[in-house]
């Protein structure tokens, strides 16, 4: 899943282990006047269906930054060691929270900073395909 507009691409990868599913997040800053930090994601509807656990989340170091044109990631990792199925299917509803700090481009002057929570994610599906790994068939 990509989320693009004029501000950011958020682009997340789900992870699928025997106990765990981590979904990983990229943030692509593509504004130059902005600096992205204190990014955190936050999501529902995963502990409600089969019974998966959202075991923790690992946001952005409070020193971090994403600056124009650069990449980080945060994480989400969910239980489903007590899932009630063996292969969960669900939509998770998501959002990002962020403090973003407003720069002049040329000095790179600080004009000022605000919280911001950016729920233009589309939901997060997790279906059957996502808990099966690829293989290379030998011929004959």
Do not use: C, W
């Not at 990983?24 to 509807?45: F, G």
């Not at 292969?87 to 998770?92: A, N, R, V």
Request: no cysteine; charged share 25%; net charge negative.
């Amino acid at each position: 899943m990509t989320e693009s507009d004029a501000e950011y691409v958020i682009t997340a990868i789900k992870h699928v282990f025997q106990s765990v599913i981590i979904l990983q997040y990229e943030i692509h800053n593509t504004l130059e006047d902005q600096i992205l930090s204190n990014i955190q994601v936050k999501i529902s509807n995963a502990e409600t269906q089969h019974n998966l656990k959202v075991k923790g989340t690992v946001p952005l170091n409070e020193e971090d930054q994403i600056k124009y044109n650069e990449k980080r990631y945060v994480y989400v990792i969910l239980d489903k060691s007590g899932a009630t199925i063996t292969y969960p299917s669900l939509k998770i509803s998501q959002k990002l929270t962020m403090k973003i700090t407003e720069i002049d481009v040329e000095t790179e002057d600080d004009l000022g900073s605000y919280e911001e929570e950016y729920a233009q994610l589309q939901d997060l599906v997790l279906s059957t395909k996502d808990y099966l790994k690829s293989m290379v068939i030998p011929n004959g």
